[in-house]
């Protein structure tokens, strides 16, 4: 009886030994692969249409970037640090990465909420996200299915982050007076560096109007 076992017990073993110093060698070969088809499907498709005219030709949107692409550790010297950092984003993506359209620098990043319950999985993937781009200083935008048919909130969604007025095109009346609205921008507070508008009959009229503010009724 004890034979027995040792035999098997063996043959478990060389079992073992087998698969991992024999079988490993075959790993070289080349395997057969097939596509899996579109790369965006049903929601994820619409929304990123979308969000393409919410941008139009003032940035390219990127789907299902991996985090890695986008941002790396920041001024970790311990190798193992560095090691679980890289490591906590590598098998992440960002859903859809807003860029600028002639440098292609990542400008905001939108994540589309499909609507199913916060499972563990869903939560910890907010907090992630959440955690990466505050700390890369990345506006994040959450956005829930139902924008993909209300693409002007969407615009007002992103023209905080990204200008999305074309300044010869955009011309704008004053909504006390009715006189046209000239742009400039602010030299000092708060909004430093940022345009906007004002009234031409300024100092008589003193209404103004934030320059990226885009009012579009048209799709709502
Ligand atoms: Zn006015």
Do not use: W
């Not at 088809?37 to 994820?44: I, K, S, T, V």
């Not at 692409?69 to 640090?81: F, G, L």
């Not at 982050?161 to 011309?171: M, Q, V, W």
């Not at 046209?180 to 103004?208: D, H, L, W």
Request: include cysteine; charged fraction near 25%.
């Amino acid at each position: 009886m004890t034979n027995i076992f040792i035999i098997v017990v063996l043959l478990v073993v060389f079992f073992f030994i087998i698969q991992k110093y024999v079988i490993k060698h075959d790993d070289t070969r080349d395997y057969p692969y097939q596509s899996k088809g579109p790369l965006l499907r049903g929601q994820e498709s619409a929304f990123y249409n979308a969000l393409r005219s919410a941008v139009g030709e003032h940035a390219v949107v990127f789907a299902k970037v991996n985090m890695a692409s986008v941002i790396t550790p920041k001024s970790i010297k311990n190798k193992k640090q560095l090691f679980v950092a890289s490591n906590r984003i590598a098998r992440s993506y960002f859903d859809y990465v807003i860029c600028d359209p002639r440098t292609l620098e990542p400008r905001v990043i939108v994540e589309l909420d499909n609507g199913q319950p916060l499972t563990k999985g869903k939560a910890e993937r907010q907090k992630l996200l959440m955690h990466v781009c505050k700390s890369a200083n990345l506006p994040l935008i959450g956005a829930s299915v139902k924008h993909s048919y209300q693409v002007g909130r969407l615009r007002r969604l992103l023209a905080a982050h990204i200008d999305l007025i074309e300044s010869d095109k955009e011309i704008r009346f004053c909504k006390k007076c009715g006189s046209p609205m000239v742009i400039k921008t602010a030299n000092q507070g708060e909004f430093k560096g940022r345009r906007f508008f004002t009234c031409s009959r300024q100092p008589n009229c003193t209404y103004t109007e934030n320059y990226n503010v885009v009012f579009d009724t048209e799709d709502e």
